[in-house]
């Protein structure tokens, strides 16, 4: 029988505890963003307890944002909204920021520093791995032994089929 709660769980796998935020990934902005527990069942979001949220790291070169305060009986350390080598007095609240709070030059330098930041990289490029490397040496396929039928385990069977002791002779009736 499977127990029903009235509550949503932890998306992490194993931990059934009560779910307090949700947490969401933008690949194409390298952002994780921590909201109160959202309403709906988002497949490309996961819901968190107090527990992971305490313990939730970004990749590296990601930011983490948290767009509204959780509820009052959630109490989340700062440290899960920082990286390492985060100042926290450099934190503020976004409730705080203004329309009038940056000036134009300022919003120039903050987009110039998120494009050096991003390298260049558009939306509509293809995604590509890692650079290539050249090969220090050219396989050819001539290179490569064919598989045979011979292996080291085999060395007990005879090499070839030894010679026949009896002969099939014509006879015509005489």
Not at 40 to 50: F, I, R, T
Request: proline share 9%.
């Amino acid at each position: 029988m499977v127990a029903v709660t009235d509550y949503r769980q932890c998306s992490r796998p194993g931990c059934g505890n009560r779910a307090i935020a949700t947490l969401r990934y933008n690949y194409a902005a390298r952002t994780a963003t921590v909201n109160p527990l959202e309403p709906g069942d988002d497949p490309h979001s996961w819901d968190l307890c107090d527990r992971h949220l305490s313990r939730l790291t970004v990749p590296e070169g990601w930011g983490l944002q948290r767009t509204e305060d959780p509820s009052p009986e959630v109490s989340v350390p700062v440290a899960a909204f920082t990286g390492p080598g985060t100042d926290i007095g450099d934190i503020r609240d976004i409730g705080d920021i203004g329309d009038d709070d940056f000036t134009d030059e300022e919003m120039q330098a903050l987009a110039a520093a998120l494009e050096d930041g991003v390298g260049g990289v558009s939306d509509t490029d293809p995604l590509t791995s890692a650079k290539r490397r050249p090969v220090s040496r050219v396989v050819r396929r001539t290179d490569i032994p064919q598989p045979s039928g011979h292996h080291p385990s085999r060395r007990n069977l005879p090499g070839r089929a030894p010679q026949r002791h009896l002969r099939a002779v014509h006879y015509d009736g005489e």
